[in-house]
Every structure is written in structure tokens, then in C-alpha cells.
């Protein structure tokens, strides 16, 4: 099974974006998915996440009120809003997912088993 993500861009301080993530395999389930951050010269870091188990949907302090993860996914495709964005979203995000039979969700990126490719986001001031 494979993640792709997409949707990434330059846009401006401000703007908006919306990414994608989409597995490749038709009958992939994972209920614990998320999207992480990587800039250049740091840790890859949580942004957000969902359970889609209930909807429940979690995100970092960081981003919180900015970003969102719609409830009405389409099948086997995940969606990050991106609002308000600034220069310090600048980063390649992936997506990632526990896997199967997984239903707690976590931060912690070493939890994740599957991940995409990643999405390079750039803002600009």
C-alpha cells in the first residue's frame, strides 16, 4: 500500500491551500490517519490528525484554527485545509497512516507505518 500526497505550492502569507492524500489501494483502511511537517533542517512534526472512527480530529498548537481535516473525506482520500498560511508553514508535508486494526490515536511519528511521499508547501512573505 501507498500514500501519495499532493496539492502543494507556493502561495503567499495569507493564502490558502488544500492537500490531498490518497492510498493506493481501493481496499486500504486505516482508521488513525495524519499529516506530518518536515522543514528543512528539523524534525519531522505532527500537524494533524483523524480519527476516522467518529471524526474526531486532533491538531498541534501550532496550527490550530488555521488547518483543518474535513469530515467528508472521499473514500480512501484524505484532505488537509490550510488557511492563514505563513512563512513558518513552510515545509514538505506527508501523510501517514497507522494501518489496519489501529484505533488510538498518536503523535508520535514512529507510530505512523504507512507513509506518502511527501508535498513540498512554501510560503512566501
Known amino acids: 500500500v501507498q500514500l501519495q500526497a499532493y496539492g502543494g505550492g507556493l502561495v503567499q502569507a495569507g493564502g490558502s491551500l488544500r492537500l490531498s492524500c490518497a492510498a493506493s489501494?481501493?481496499?486500504?483502511?486505516?482508521?488513525?490517519m495524519g499529516w506530518f511537517r518536515q522543514a528543512p533542517g528539523k524534525e519531522r512534526e505532527f500537524v494533524a490528525g483523524?480519527?476516522?472512527?467518529?471524526?474526531?480530529?486532533y491538531y498541534a498548537d501550532s496550527v490550530k484554527g488555521r488547518f483543518t481535516i474535513p469530515r467528508d473525506n472521499a473514500e480512501n482520500t484524505m484532505y488537509l485545509q490550510m488557511n492563514s498560511l505563513k512563512p513558518e508553514d513552510t515545509a514538505v508535508y506527508y501523510c501517514?497512516?497507522?494501518?489496519?486494526?489501529?484505533?488510538?490515536?498518536?503523535?508520535?511519528?514512529?507510530?505512523?507505518?504507512?507513509w506518502g511521499q511527501g508535498t513540498l508547501v512554501t510560503v512566501s512573505s
Open positions: 483523524i480519527n476516522l472512527i467518529g471524526g474526531t480530529s
Open positions: 501517514a497512516a497507522r494501518g489496519t486494526g489501529i484505533t488510538v490515536m498518536t503523535r508520535s511519528r514512529h507510530q505512523y507505518r504507512y
Open positions: 489501494s481501493r481496499t486500504f483502511s486505516s482508521a488513525i
